[in-house]
Nanobody, 115 residues
Framework: QVQLVESGGGLVQAGGSLRLSCAASGDVFSINMMEWYRQAPGKQRELVAQITRGGTTNYADSIKGRFTISRDNAKNTVDLQMNSLKPEDTAAYYC?????????WGQGTQVTVSS
C-alpha cells in the first residue's frame, strides 16, 4: 500500500506561481511513475505531468513551458512548480503514483487562479 498526501494549493492571481508537493509513504520502493492530474468542475480528470524514477518527464501541451515536475526519490516526494498561472488552470490537482501492481491517488488539493 502507498499513501499520498498533497499540499501547496491555494488562491493566486493570474500570472502568479504555486508549488504543489506530494509526499508518499508506505511501500515506496515499489513506486515507478509519479504524476500530477487535475480536474476542473464539469470536466474530466486530465494528466498534467509525469516523471519516471529516472527523471524522464512528460507534460500536457496546455502547461508546457509553465509547469515543471520534479521528484526526490530519497524523500519520496513529487512536486509541481506552476508559473504564469491562468484562470483556466483552476482545478483540483491530484498526485498519483504507479507501482508494479496498481495506481494510487492522493486526496487532491485545490488551485484557484483569479483573473
Amino acid at each position: 500500500q502507498v499513501q499520498l498526501v498533497e499540499s501547496g494549493g491555494g488562491l493566486v492571481q493570474a500570472g502568479g506561481s504555486l508549488r504543489l508537493s506530494c509526499a508518499a509513504s508506505g511501500d515506496v520502493f515499489s513506486i515507478n511513475m509519479m504524476e500530477w492530474y487535475r480536474q476542473a468542475p464539469g470536466k474530466q480528470r486530465e494528466l498534467v505531468a509525469q516523471i519516471t524514477r529516472g527523471g524522464t518527464t512528460n507534460y500536457a501541451d496546455s502547461i508546457k513551458g509553465r509547469f515543471t515536475i520534479s521528484r526526490d526519490n530519497a524523500k519520496n516526494t513529487v512536486d509541481l512548480q506552476m508559473n504564469s498561472l491562468k484562470p483556466e488552470d483552476t482545478a483540483a490537482y491530484y498526485c498519483a503514483v504507479w507501482t508494479t501492481v496498481r495506481m494510487y491517488w492522493g486526496q487532491g488539493t485545490q488551485v484557484t487562479v483569479s483573473s
